[in-house]
């Protein structure tokens, strides 16, 4: 099958699905191309923040995006050592929602696919996964991607990559990949919550672990870190170890543990942190983790994504997407809140992470998160940097009117 469109976007995640939906609200022809049959896929960034939902807003959406089943966190806390301490309020953040949204990813992407789907010129492909690019000379002119029905082959005026951190369309374009590197790998795993289970509080860190849990309606979802290929050793160990590590970081799980009955039910994250060093060429730009992969750290990564997507729609409305410059100006609008980002990101990892996973003497709270516990006003300042970060987007790309109700 042969298409033609303006833009082909390559990946229905958060960056794809965000830009497909605002080149089709501004009238321009889009094909996003998703090689999965759904968006159902677990253990992925659900953290919606305060920057993210700013720009939900500007679309009209944020009443019917807040009606989905969702968790709302206002506060970040750890337990370090036994000992809770606040580092981080959101109430006082100078945005709409002063809070981290909690949702399943595959709900978000839903809700932008059902949306993006009332306007004439959007059309999303599942199952259709890419699998090389088009070109004459230096320009890429287009996609090839393998489905159920066999070959498609798109032609487009401009390609972006959003196929994250394993990109195919930045590997077959010769992208060059500047890695940074991560000492850790999160293990990923879910348990059961309980009415009486606390609320707030994110990272548990005992000597030598470390576990951060985030709150869904009623479950768990648990990321214990590891230091880079530890979970080979860590399972060669037993599973009832593994189960007594997360226990004695989280005592109040140790009546529901057992729910990780198998290795199976464990799933890894290789850490990543990577950037382009050039993310366009003539009729291809790259966005989001095809980009610049991120660390979990903060779940900023889908957050990140986002604010390159709304970037992106801005200039290519503003500009003609067939003009490398027009292209480079999305790098340089995003570069420095990548860059400064992955610096703290970095930062935290072989300072603080790497710190805890090696030591063997019994932690504490260290005095910066006891100042932060002190004094409330202090507490707002991670929770800009994680809710709104370095150059928040906004909504600047036009709107044409959708031809179908939602």
């Not at 290795?263 to 790259?286: I, T």
Request: aromatic share 6%.
């Amino acid at each position: 099958m042969n298409l033609e469109t303006g833009t082909c976007i390559a990946g229905g995640g958060p960056a794809g699905m965000m830009l497909g939906y605002l080149l089709a609200r501004a009238g321009r022809p889009v094909v996003v191309l998703e090689k999965h049959a759904d968006f159902f896929r677990d253990f992925r960034g659900d953290t919606i923040h305060p920057s993210t939902l700013d720009v939900i807003a500007e679309l009209g959406l944020l009443d019917a995006f807040l009606a989905l089943p969702h968790d709302e966190l206002t506060e970040i806390a750890a337990c370090v050592g036994g000992e809770r301490v606040r580092v981080g309020d959101f109430t006082h953040l100078p945005t709409r929602c002063r809070m981290l949204v909690l949702m399943p990813q595959w709900d978000f992407l839903n809700f932008l696919a059902e949306r993006a789907r009332a306007y004439p010129h959007f059309r999303l492909h599942m199952q259709a996964e890419v699998t090389d690019l088009h070109s004459d000379g230096d320009r890429i002119t287009g996609l090839r991607a393998r489905t159920p029905d066999g070959e498609l082959d798109v032609r487009a005026g401009l390609v972006v990559g959003a196929d994250g951190r394993s990109s195919v369309v930045r590997e077959r374009a010769g992208l060059l990949v500047h890695d940074i590197g991560a000492p850790i790998d999160v293990l990923w795993f879910r348990l059961s919550r309980k009415p009486d289970d606390d609320e707030q509080t994110l990272g548990r860190v005992e000597t030598g672990k470390l576990l951060v849990m985030l709150r869904r309606t009623d479950y768990w979802q648990c990321a214990y870190v590891v230091r880079k290929g530890g979970y080979d050793e860590l399972r060669s160990r037993g599973l009832e170890h593994f189960r007594d590590e997360v226990v004695s970081v989280a005592p109040f799980v140790r009546d529901r543990v057992d729910e990780i009955h198998s290795w199976d039910d464990v799933h890894v994250l290789v850490v990543k942190v990577d950037r382009l060093e050039r993310w366009h060429r003539p009729g291809l730009l790259c966005i989001g983790d095809a980009a610049h992969a991120m660390s979990p750290i903060g779940g900023i990564g889908i957050n990140l994504a986002i604010q390159d997507a709304v970037a992106a729609a801005n200039v290519l409305c503003a500009g003609d997407p067939t003009v490398e410059a027009t292209l480079a100006e999305v790098q340089r609008r995003r570069e420095l809140p990548t860059r400064v980002t992955q610096a703290v990101q970095v930062f935290i990892q072989s300072n603080i992470i790497e710190r805890v996973l090696t030591g063997t003497a019994r932690v504490k709270p260290p005095f910066a998160m006891r100042v932060l516990d002190r004094w409330a006003f202090l507490r707002r300042f991670p929770a800009y940097a994680v809710g709104v970060g370095v150059r928040a987007e906004h909504v600047r790309s036009p709107a044409a009117a959708a031809v179908a109700s939602v």
